[in-house]
């Protein structure tokens, strides 16, 4: 995501199980999520701007889902 709001705030949230959220830190990178998860934007600070880059992969063949994130570093940033 990019934007003028504050590190650690508007990055992505993900239910990765019933009791389990997890924050992606996307402020000047790139996360990776499985979409078909339920997620959304984590609040930033109102006064910021904040805007996001979403790139889909489509296939014509199913992909059965499996992690709602992938490989997360220790910062909360996402490998691919």
């Given at each position: 995501?990019?934007?003028?709001?504050?590190?650690?705030?508007?990055?992505?949230?993900?239910?990765?199980?019933?009791?389990?959220?997890?924050?992606?830190?996307?402020?000047?990178?790139?996360?990776?999520?499985?979409?078909?998860?339920?997620?959304?934007?984590?609040?930033?600070?109102?006064?910021?701007?904040?805007?996001?880059?979403?790139?889909?992969?489509?296939?014509?063949?199913?992909?059965?889902?499996?992690?709602?994130?992938?490989?997360?570093?220790?910062?909360?940033?996402v490998s691919t």
């Amino acid at each position: 995501s990019l934007g003028d709001f504050p590190e650690g705030q508007g990055g992505i949230c993900v239910e990765c199980s019933a009791f389990v959220v997890a924050h992606v830190n996307t402020k000047n990178r790139l996360g990776k999520i499985d979409g078909r998860f339920p997620h959304w934007v984590a609040p930033y600070d109102p006064g910021s701007n904040g805007f996001s880059l979403i790139y889909y992969q489509t296939t014509d063949k199913y992909i059965k889902p499996d992690a709602a994130i992938f490989n997360s570093d220790s910062d909360g940033t996402v490998s691919t």
